[in-house]
């Protein structure tokens, strides 16, 4: 994964130019993950991508999960005054979408 996806670099950055990388980022894991029509494969893929991005200094936790379809992850929302800032949907099968929230 390309480094301008880390936390220092996207805190950074003025809103349209973060806006214009977290469409890239969500390009790339999009495109990462729509092969994957097998569920085990997609969820350990969705594992590898978290890690990789709190390896990125992003803090995730797993916020929601409706069964089988969609997992969301975000910032702490218990302590907000120290929560990340990205939040990452992964819909299965395949496509992601990546917002920024402060």
């Known amino acids: 994964m390309n480094p301008k996806y880390s936390f220092d670099n996207l805190q950074h950055l003025k809103s349209t130019s ?42 995730l936790y797993h916020h929601e999960y409706d069964g089988h379809y969609k997992h969301i992850w975000g910032g702490n929302y218990m302590q907000p005054q120290e929560a990340g800032h990205l939040q990452i949907e ?11 929230h402060k």
């Open 18 to 59: 973060r806006t214009t990388i977290l469409k890239e980022l969500e390009d790339e894991l999009t495109n990462r993950l729509k092969p994957l029509i097998d569920w085990p494969k997609f969820e350990k893929e969705t594992s590898r991508i978290v890690i990789e991005l709190r390896m990125f200094g992003h803090d």
């Open 90 to 100: 992964f819909h299965y099968p395949g496509s992601v979408k990546v917002s920024w």
